[in-house]
């Protein structure tokens, strides 16, 4: 990012949090802040400025959302995907700074589908529903 100024660092993960109850999973948070995460995203494209979105969006609805934003203000929706090996994985994990519930719970349950282990940031407390 320093090498970009003016580029948002368009988090979703870290929106949920100005939520009241967001911790919730029933409460459905992320169906809140998704349209909140493409008006902040197409704001800031208007002003001629970049947008990222660090996180793996896995289903086409939310992928064309974002080309559909971007394509109106005149930008393109570029993917990238960063891969590593397993112990570099868990490492990243490890050392990122959302150890929040919500972030924990979403990259817990990814974790255990591929049998790798739990970060111990993340509490028991994450795997609650």
């Given at each position: ?12 993960d870290s929106l949920h ?75 990243r994990f490890d050392d990122?700074q959302d150890d929040s ?29």
């Amino acid at each position: 990012m320093k090498r970009h100024p003016g580029t948002l660092n368009l988090d979703i993960d870290s929106l949920h949090r100005l939520v009241g109850g967001w911790e919730d999973k029933s409460r459905r948070t992320h169906d809140i802040v998704r349209p909140v995460a493409l008006a902040m995203a197409s704001a800031h494209l208007a002003g001629g400025h970049d947008v990222i979105v660090p996180q793996y969006l896995g289903r086409l609805d939310a992928i064309a959302a974002f080309d559909k934003v971007a394509r109106a203000q005149g930008a393109q929706v570029r993917e990238v995907v960063l891969l590593d090996d397993k112990a570099q994985s868990i490492r990243r994990f490890d050392d990122r700074q959302d150890d929040s519930s919500w972030g924990c719970t979403t990259v817990l349950w990814w974790l255990s589908t591929k049998g790798l282990r739990c970060s111990p940031r993340c509490t028991t407390s994450c795997w609650k529903s």
